[in-house]
């Protein structure tokens, strides 16, 4: 083989397998950036209908949008001050850190319905009470059980008001009375309405008298109630430890690397700093796990 045929195989050969590798790495990328993009549009369509039942109506690409910057932005805080060419391997943690808080930042929008959903909830059986005591003393007057949930519509207290008023409306448009409180009873998620459309139920099937029952559910739940904050108000204290436990070395992390960035940001980027934040990490996990488990008290 002649000099000038070794010296072009030189060239030629790493040029091919950067060739291979690279188109490898472009279609995995591709493949991600595809499947990223089709689970953002599902989820922002499916947290946009979620939004709809709690009477927010936010268009799903707007949702789309505010996911995509969230995830860009816990990406860039991640790799940012890991990104370092000398040093392969941090960069590499930095690059997985950052899809990693990058993804869990996009389903953001999803934990937010969430809260929504649970705090609209308790709101809901918050009101619940003082419902039921309304329809009670409706049907002792005299009116029908539709009647009676149109007194509680009237009165204009959200959310109960819009719950009760789609359930009439699914009615007026030809749905029957049980499946109505069914699709309420579903789109609501609680457990105390799960009880009152069991006894309405019951009560229309057998003849049964619905203001006493209406009456004895009202006091259940509000007995229930009692119980619930005098339970909250015992583990708040552990409530309290696991939150400071949790944030503590995040915020002390963050305050050091903001006063003294020539001394965090190598320790950041050593192999040793990193088991030590990976190690962090997965105590206060395991921590915040048996905290969450022992202070969580069903009633």
């Given at each position: 083989m002649s000099p000038t045929h070794f010296v072009l195989l030189s060239w030629?050969?790493?040029?091919?397998?950067?060739?291979?590798?690279?188109?490898?790495?472009?279609?995995?990328?591709?493949?991600?950036?595809?499947g990223a993009t089709s689970y953002a549009d599902s989820m922002s369509e499916s947290t946009a209908r979620q939004f709809e039942d709690l009477f927010l109506f936010i268009p799903a690409r707007r949702i789309a949008e505010i996911g995509w910057a969230l995830a860009a932005m816990a990406f860039l805080v991640c790799v940012i001050p890991l990104f370092d060419l000398d040093k392969p391997l941090s960069t590499a943690i930095g690059l997985a850190l950052g899809l990693i808080v990058g993804m869990a930042a996009l389903s953001l929008p999803t934990k937010l319905v969430q809260v929504l959903k649970e705090r609209r909830r308790l709101k809901f059986n918050?009101?619940?009470?003082?419902?039921?005591n309304s329809m009670s003393n409706a049907l002792r007057a005299g009116f029908s059980i539709n009647q009676a949930f149109e007194?509680?519509?009237?009165?204009?207290?959200?959310?109960?008001?819009?719950?009760?008023d789609v359930m009439l409306q699914q009615m007026r448009v030809g749905m029957n009375f049980f499946d109505a409180l069914q699709s309420l009873d579903q789109r609501v998620g609680s457990d105390d309405l799960t009880l009152v459309v069991t006894a309405i139920d019951i009560a229309r099937r057998t003849g049964g008298n619905l203001t006493e029952?209406?009456?004895k559910i009202s006091l259940t739940i509000r007995e229930r109630m009692r119980i619930e904050r005098r339970v909250r108000t015992l583990t708040a204290q552990g409530r309290l430890q696991g939150i400071i436990v949790a944030l503590m070395p995040a915020f002390l992390g963050g305050v050091m690397t903001f006063l003294k960035p020539e001394m965090m940001l190598p320790f950041f980027k050593s192999n040793s700093g990193m088991m030590c934040v990976a190690g962090m990490i997965l105590l206060i996990t395991v921590g915040w796990y048996f905290i969450k488990r022992i202070i969580k008290i069903d009633v």
């Open positions: 030629v050969i790493p040029a091919l397998l950067g060739l291979a590798f690279g188109g490898i790495a472009f279609t995995v990328i591709r493949a991600m950036g595809s918050l009101q619940l009470v003082d419902a039921l007194t509680v519509v009237q009165a204009g207290e959200k959310p109960i008001s819009q719950e009760f029952i209406f009456d």
